[in-house]
């Protein structure tokens, strides 16, 4: 187990690496990643208590995988649970093969399906399907049925109990890495999109991503994206070990000077300056969907380790334009997935084509609909007003408050009247999309679990606890949802078949609320004890 301090250790000179590459698990929860990533590498990659209380992976898993020749994979263990396919996707950006996990009593699930649906989009196709556990059940019809999903990818029958068939998986690997190009590393500039972010005593602040592209050396300065934020490379490790220089296609673990831990978080970017990608609101991309999309309509759009509700707008030459409600930071040839918002399900995917887009209008899908007849009064927001609901609308789900809006606060009065913006907590306010949104999200894990808490929904958006203390206090005020003694909250009986709309405008109290965490699993101190797992 690597130690956070040989960060200021002794340094090999570069990563011993050939031809580095990321291996993904995938599959359906409860058949058996975790288990063979433990047989194949040593690593119990579920180091959460809550994940050992409740036996399932719930945030990203790291570990070092040794194939038979030697040649070291990075691999990433991904949950399988339907609820945490966001947490899967983050996870399989970075890949460049996958591993997918099948289990004998069971067979392909729906969880399989969609993991399946997601390397697609990603353009993952090389890997190796495991059909565990073996020694409970005939794995015959599950590797005839997985092979049928992916029927050029090699398979194998194993237990990770017995070990039985665990060396045939890791040569099977073996092979599929040897046919993989390696990522470009010489002349290339780094990028990293960051999925975990932590401090270290005696260190400092330390982030780990999958690099994609470059370089990453000590003593380099890259840029800190969104925040366009100088920063130095203090140390880097790779699989446990100080390297004086990283090559793209592994887990890098950077400790940072020059930010603080509450300055980055998961979903930004290290890049270095002579790096394409680029803060986008608006990208064109060439999409491959398994259900078409209405006009206009709201996807959640994934891209590195960010996510970000979008307008998907058709355009007359096939492609399609993404407006983004919160930024990427993108590239031309990167890829994304789509999934739909409310009924949730991964949609497909693409490779951006333009992450640069125009605002010209992209066609006639683009034409704006007719606004509402209650949105109709005699004053007409003005450009300014109308620049503040852009303004509003580019937040998302981050409620931006009064003092943070400064002069332009006093455009909000016409921005209320017309139902364009509503205000939620004391002070803050939000675009009625994005509240739309929200209880869209409320609406769907309610009829789905009975009740919702505030670490659920805080969780579920991937905002702050603040903003989502604010949303569910809105919803009370609104006759929405009802709270209950022990805080969770309900539908209320004449809400729990109302059309799905935004809530009316109102103006509860809220509470001052914390600060949103700054690591991928809830916690400032990420998982484990090892720095680039």
Same mark, same amino acid.
């Given at each position: 187990m690597g130690r956070f301090d040989s960060f200021v250790a002794p340094c090999e000179r570069r990563a011993n690496v050939s031809g580095a590459l990321t291996v993904g698990t995938a599959g359906h929860i409860d058949h058996g990643k975790t288990a063979l990533v433990h047989a194949l590498t040593g690593v119990d990659t579920d180091r959460l208590p809550e994940e050992k209380a409740r036996g399932i992976t719930i945030v990203l898993g790291f570990a070092p995988l040794r194939l038979p020749g030697g040649r070291v994979l990075s691999l990433v263990d991904v949950p399988g649970h339907e609820r945490l396919v966001r947490v899967m996707v983050s996870g399989a950006t970075g890949i460049d093969l996958f591993l997918l996990v099948v289990a004998a009593d069971d067979g392909v699930m729906p969880q399989t399906l969609e993991h399946v649906r997601v390397l697609r989009a990603l353009g993952i196709r090389e890997g190796v399907i495991a059909v565990t556990k073996a020694d409970l059940a005939d794995p015959g019809p599950a590797l005839a049925a997985a092979g049928a999903l992916l029927p050029d990818a090699e398979r194998v029958a194993c237990s990770a109990r017995t070990g039985d068939g665990v060396a045939e998986v890791a040569a099977a690997l073996e092979r599929v890495a040897e046919r993989l190009r390696p990522r470009p590393t010489d002349g290339g500039a780094a990028v990293l999109h960051i999925d975990r972010a932590f401090t270290i005593r005696g260190a400092g602040t330390v982030v780990t991503g999958t690099l994609w592209a470059g370089e990453i050396r000590r003593g380099d300065r890259l840029r800190l994206l969104p925040a366009e934020r100088e920063v130095r490379v203090r140390g880097v490790q790779v699989h446990d070990r100080?390297? +004086? &220089? $990283? %090559?793209?296609?592994?887990?890098?673990?950077?400790?940072?000077?020059?930010?603080?831990?509450? +300055? &980055? $978080? %998961?979903?930004?970017?290290l890049a270095a300056e002579l790096s394409p990608v680029a803060l986008t609101y608006r990208v064109e991309a060439e999409l491959a969907l398994s259900e078409p999309l209405h006009p206009r309509e709201r996807v959640q759009v994934h891209h590195g380790t960010r996510h970000a509700p979008a307008r998907a707008l058709a355009r007359e030459d096939g492609r399609w334009q993404l407006r983004l409600e919160r930024p990427l930071v993108a590239a031309d040839g990167d890829r994304l997935v789509l999934r739909r918002i409310s009924p949730v399900g991964t949609l497909g995917g693409g490779v951006i084509v333009n992450a640069r887009a125009s605002g010209r209008r992209p066609g006639p899908a683009a034409a704006e609909p007719a606004k509402p007849a209650a949105a109709q009064v005699t004053q007409a927001p003005d450009p300014a007003a109308l620049a503040l609901e852009a303004r509003l609308r580019e937040a998302g789900l981050e409620p931006l408050g009064e003092a943070a809006l400064g002069d332009a606060r006093a455009h909000l009065r016409i921005l209320h009247e017309t139902g364009r913006v509503v205000r939620v907590g004391r002070s803050m306010h939000i675009h009625r999309d994005a509240l739309a949104e929200v209880q869209a999200v409320v609406r769907r894990v309610i009829e789905a679990e009975g009740q919702i808490t505030l670490a659920r929904l805080r969780d579920e958006l991937g905002t702050s606890r603040k903003f989502a203390q604010a949303f569910l206090e809105h919803l009370d005020a609104a006759r929405i949802t009802r709270r209950l003694p022990d805080d969770s909250r309900v539908l209320r009986r004449d809400r729990a078949a109302a059309p799905r709309q935004a809530p009316p405008p109102a103006q509860p109290s809220a509470g001052p609320g914390s600060p949103g965490d700054r690591s991928a699993s809830g916690s400032s101190t990420g998982r484990g004890t090892s720095p680039s797992t």
């Open positions: 100080p390297v +004086d &220089v $990283a %090559p793209a296609g592994q887990r890098v673990a950077v400790n940072l000077t020059g930010v603080e831990l509450r +300055d &980055v $978080a %998961p979903g930004d970017v």
